[in-house]
């Protein structure tokens, strides 16, 4: 149940590019998250918050446009292979949707896959952790697996956290 919010300054994409970029982040996002991207349930809370900024490069305006993508999931959706993979996958929709080369496109895109951590997704005036957040887009039998995903992803930072503490 991804939440982006697109950065794209007005007018860097036709209309009907924009329109078709929206829906392939949506569909990249549910499935680098694990979700089927035909699932109506999850397409249904996948939302895009579309900003229109004013871009300057070194005080002046860039001669082409510059794109920032911050997807958003619940903590334990994302793991290191999965965020190069939104990195990656959001650049070259980018690079469709202008109709150029990846390499054209990717200096000028950013992207920052950010979780939120569990405890700190709100959404109809309550917080929804991930189990709840799985069961509901998924079904009840996704409760345990998202509670294996989420303990699993925090033995995995906790590991990396002393891994580093010892280094030092």
Same mark, same amino acid.
């Given at each position: ?39 109506? #349930? ?11 900024? #004013?871009?300057?490069?070194?005080? *002046? ?55 939120i951590a569990d405890g700190g997704w709100g959404s ?21 697996? *998202?509670?294996? #995903? ?5 033995? #995995? ?12």
């Open positions: 149940m991804p939440m982006i919010d697109a950065f794209i300054p007005e007018g860097a994409l036709e209309p009907e590019a924009e329109a078709r970029l929206f829906e392939e982040l949506t569909d990249i996002l549910l499935r680098l998250e694990g979700l089927d991207p035909t699932n109506q #349930k999850a397409r249904d809370v996948s939302v895009i918050f579309l900003h229109r900024p #004013k871009v300057f490069v070194a005080g *002046a305006s860039p001669g082409m446009p510059r794109y920032r993508f911050i997807p958003s999931v619940p903590e334990g959706q994302y793991n290191h292979e999965s965020r190069i993979a939104v990195v990656k996958e959001v650049t070259e929709a980018v690079a469709r949707a202008e109709g150029r080369s990846f390499d054209d496109v990717s200096p000028r895109v950013w992207v920052f896959p950010t979780e109809r005036g309550v917080i929804r952790s991930l189990p709840d957040i799985l069961a509901y887009l998924v079904g009840e039998h996704e409760r345990p697996v *998202a509670e294996a #995903k989420l303990a699993d992803q925090r033995r #995995k930072n906790a590991v990396e956290i002393l891994d580093a503490a010892h280094r030092q």
